[in-house]
């Protein structure tokens, strides 16, 4: 699980995959409940954010205000997903949780947008 994790954080590193890719292997591979394993991506995604965070706030890469208003928004989503996480059946948050991981890579791939060059401008 040590390497699977460590393969899982340098790919998100890259930008490929996000989480999503931790909770398909925690699943997949060991069987864990779905709600398990979003909570433990929570975590995953935690500490490799603060990392990422730390370096672009301390190289000035980000606007401040604009980082503040997105963690204001990432905040109010976490708590109405966790709410709604604990009030729906595990089966109902698989299909949930693949088809917004469809949807996104979907729209991810074809939309031929920079995202990264949008985020700082």
């Known amino acids: 699980m040590i390497l699977a994790t460590f393969l899982i ?11 999503g890719l931790f909770v398909v292997y925690l699943t997949v591979f ?3 409940e779905q709600l398990a394993a979003q909570g433990l991506n929570l975590y995953f995604f935690i500490f490799s954010t ?5 370096i672009h706030v301390k190289k000035q890469n980000l606007p401040i ?3 503040l ?3 204001s928004f990432g905040v109010s989503g976490c708590i109405f997903g966790a709410m709604l996480a604990q009030n729906i059946s595990g089966d109902a948050l698989r299909t949930v949780f ?3 991981l469809i949807i ?3 729209a991810s791939l074809f939309s031929g947008r920079n995202f ?5 401008k």
């Open 30 to 32: 060991l069987s864990i």
């Open 69 to 71: 208003y997105l963690c």
């Open 65 to 67: 205000k604009r980082l």
């Open 98 to 100: 693949a088809l917004f």
């Open 9 to 19: 954080a340098v790919l998100c590193g890259m930008g490929v995959g996000s989480g």
């Open 104 to 106: 996104s890579g979907t």
């Open 116 to 120: 990264k060059k949008s985020l700082y």
């Open 50 to 54: 603060a990392a990422a965070l730390i």
